[in-house]
């Protein structure tokens, strides 16, 4: 090593050190505090703290609300991602085809997305009102009871959150549809593709990076997901829209449980950090076949 | 190379005086006394001016009332993280009933025992004082109150000859009556709270006294007749599924329930006194044409019991000026504020002789009514557990309520759980 590159790359240290540094007190301490808490009976305000080792795990393993609650998480983020994909592909595809008023479209689209997640929620209460709502006032006598049936609830708390989240996968999608040169479609068109062949020959498949993307923060999203049922259902009717932060919300400050919670929490943080993981090794295969 | 240095000496100097002024401000000087509040709702909030009244008798005292959030989750959640982290930023705090026992437990608050006069409790209800109270000691002072009432629509009633029901029985055949007789399908018969929330557990508590059992005994222990509770939460689910009760009762909260019957869409309803107030409001629909009575009970001569709630003011442990701090809470649950409060906002005093006050009973008629069913009232379970208590009872309640669990193993699972996180904490 020549004493230049010495230089750089102890320059390099020194610039990386405040990162370093940032994200070590701001998100590894945090985090192996938490872990630490989670192998802990710790209840501060009755003086109850001791050591438990896997006590809490154990007792996690078995507990029907937990599984409940990672079953709920899991239908809630299939369910809207899904959704969210479909119908966002479908707007962007629209707004692109669209020869006017694609300004307004997409002012419209970032209003729902601009919007405060317990502003949504709220709005989605009133429209889901068991009498008074507009939908249920739509539907007269085939009223449903959106957010106090336990069949109807969680897909209800779906629908909500598809209707906030869709415009960030239409917008990335759009702005990626402007990217694609005219030339191509028009090579297509020469060679005689027709309407169906040029979606699924050329538009999907150049928007297969951008969705990817798309999705993987909007699962990492839907596996936090917290305002949206807090607010609309609290969790129930019978606990079928509490997903794991719910959970981990109500045993750490509400019941104020910070060891049994911290592990609830670490469960989430290993779920999300295992999809994250699967998701960049799939983002980046996809970029060296591209 | 100077400018800097002088920039820094400057720094230092205004560190210094910042960190003097913090040292000196609360030995001279005006005292300030900040009071951690939920905003009041209603005509007018009339707790500025109590404020100021209290700053008047008291020349060197400022008081800083300052809102709380308006949930009451977050309010707990609030006096958690700032009590937990040894915040002295607060003397005098709101609390909701329920988490008395806990927060005295934690050794937040002031024992206030040894300040009180001997008799001076004896003005408020039994039951408030009741929730202020944890291990023999006193810690908290009623502010405001609330009961479980039926409201009932009196024109409805009245139209079929019939009085006001006595047990469940009888309302359930009312019901069935007057819906009858009216022919209006978007008239519901009784409407109450049985959304996953607090709510529920107040309603359930309510069935299960009806039922002559509770959720925590005296000992503690919880569930002591598991059969008699599953019977109440069964009891329960039969309102929803034969219709007396809507559907949507399993996602109604108070004012879902509230505003339903305030259309004229119900015959009866389970609520808190504030209500009162919204049905005689100018434009209400059912203006003139509403009443409470107590809750039905299971049996003849029994009337169900109301489960009893409302606000109360402790003193906070890091308090600096714990005497004037406790003075801010006598001034404010004195009958002169507490008289201001129930005029000028819809919250119900924890004084009994408000009731029979002049001034309050030509403005709201059923206070000398109120008095009586407020008399009645329970609290619910005091104990330092309640919201562990509530947190994990609510999911098994409201599945046994839209059916997808017995009431049976409702009851047993919820005891399960609750044994396994008490024993951790006792």
């Known amino acids: 090593m020549t004493g230049r590159e010495a230089a750089a790359q102890r320059r390099a240290l020194v610039c990386v050190a405040p990162t370093v540094v940032a994200l070590g007190a701001l998100t590894v301490y945090p985090g192996i505090w938490v872990l630490w808490l989670s192998l802990q009976r710790r209840i501060p305000i009755f003086d109850v703290s001791r050591f438990a080792g896997f006590e809490n795990y154990a007792f996690l393993a078995i507990d029907p609300r937990f599984w409940s609650a990672a079953r709920t998480t899991a239908v809630f983020t299939l369910g809207s991602v899904a959704l969210e994909v479909v119908l966002g592909v479908a707007v962007a595809l629209a707004i692109h085809a669209q020869a006017r008023g694609r300004k307004v479209a997409l002012s419209l689209l970032l209003l729902a997305w601009a919007m405060p997640a317990v502003v949504g929620a709220k709005l989605f209460e009133w429209l889901y009102h068991p009498s008074a709502g507009l939908i249920n006032v739509a539907l007269g006598r085939h009223a449903i009871n959106w957010l106090g049936d336990p069949g109807v609830a969680l897909p209800a708390v779906i629908l909500a959150d598809v209707w906030r989240t869709m415009p960030f996968v239409a917008i990335l999608c759009y702005a990626r549809l402007l990217a694609i040169p005219a030339d191509v479609y028009e090579a297509a068109q020469v060679d005689g593709a027709g309407r169906l062949a040029t979606l699924t020959r050329i538009t999907l498949p150049l928007l297969g990076r951008i969705l990817l993307l798309a999705v993987l923060f909007r699962t990492l999203d839907a596996l936090r997901a917290f305002d949206i049922m807090f607010v609309l259902t609290g969790g129930g009717p019978a606990g079928t829209t509490e997903t794991l932060t719910v959970y981990a919300y109500r045993a750490l400050f509400q019941t104020l449980q910070l060891g049994f919670g911290s592990a609830v929490s670490v469960v989430v943080f290993a779920l999300v950090m295992a999809v994250a993981w699967a998701y960049l090794r799939l983002l980046r295969t996809n970029t060296v076949a591209a | ?426």
Not at chain 2, 98 to 120: C, H, K, M, Y
Not at chain 2, 311 to 330: D, F, I, K, M, T
């Open chain 2, 1 to 426: 190379m100077i400018a800097r240095r002088s920039a820094w000496a400057l720094g230092l100097v205004a560190w210094l005086l910042a960190l003097g002024g913090c040292g000196a401000g609360h030995e001279r000087g005006p005292v300030t006394l900040v009071f951690k509040y939920a905003r009041i709702l209603g005509n007018a909030d009339p707790l500025p001016e109590l404020l100021r009244a209290f700053e008047a008798a008291h020349p060197r005292v400022r008081v800083k009332g300052e809102a709380l959030p308006w949930a009451s989750d977050d309010q707990h959640q609030f006096y958690v993280i700032n009590l937990e982290g040894r915040s002295p930023g607060f003397d005098v705090m709101m609390l909701d009933c329920i988490w008395v026992p806990e927060f005295a437990r934690a050794g937040w608050l002031l024992d206030l025992t040894s300040q009180l006069g001997p008799d001076e409790l004896a003005p408020y209800f039994p039951s408030a004082v009741a929730s202020a109270t944890y291990d023999g000691r006193v810690w908290a002072l009623p502010w405001n109150f609330n009961v479980g009432l039926l409201y009932y629509r009196t024109d409805l009633l009245a139209k079929y000859g019939l009085r006001p029901p006595e047990t469940y029985e009888e309302m359930v055949e009312q019901i069935r009556r007057i819906r009858a007789g009216e022919r209006d399908p978007a008239l519901d018969g009784y409407v109450w709270q049985g959304k996953q929330y607090e709510g529920l557990v107040v309603n359930v508590l309510e069935a299960f006294w009806a039922n002559d059992t509770t959720l925590m005994a005296e000992n503690e222990s919880v569930f002591p007749e598991p059969a008699r509770a599953a019977d109440a939460l069964k009891f329960l689910r039969g309102l929803i599924t034969t219709g007396v009760s809507p559907a949507w009762t399993t996602a109604a909260d108070e004012e879902l329930s509230r505003r339903a019957f305030g259309d004229g869409h119900a015959i009866f309803l389970r609520n808190w006194p504030y209500a009162m107030d919204l049905f005689e409001a100018p434009g209400s629909a059912v203006r003139g044409k509403v009443a409470f009575a107590p809750l039905p009970g299971r049996v003849r001569g029994a009337p169900g019991v109301g489960s009893t709630g409302g606000a109360h003011l402790g003193v906070s442990a890091r308090s600096r000026y714990p005497e004037l701090a406790l003075a801010l809470a006598r001034h404010l649950t004195s009958e002169r504020a507490q008289r201001a409060i129930a005029l000028g906002a819809a919250l119900s005093p924890t004084r009994q002789a408000l009731y029979r006050d002049r001034d309050l009973v030509r403005e709201r008629p059923a206070m000398p009514r109120l008095q009586a069913l407020a008399l009645a009232g329970r609290p619910r379970p005091v104990t330092p557990y309640y919201l562990l208590l509530s947190a994990t009872v609510q999911p098994e309640f409201s599945a046994a309520l839209v059916g997808v669990k017995s009431p049976e193993r409702a009851i047993a699972d919820a005891g399960a759980r609750l044994a396994y996180f008490l024993q951790a904490v006792r």
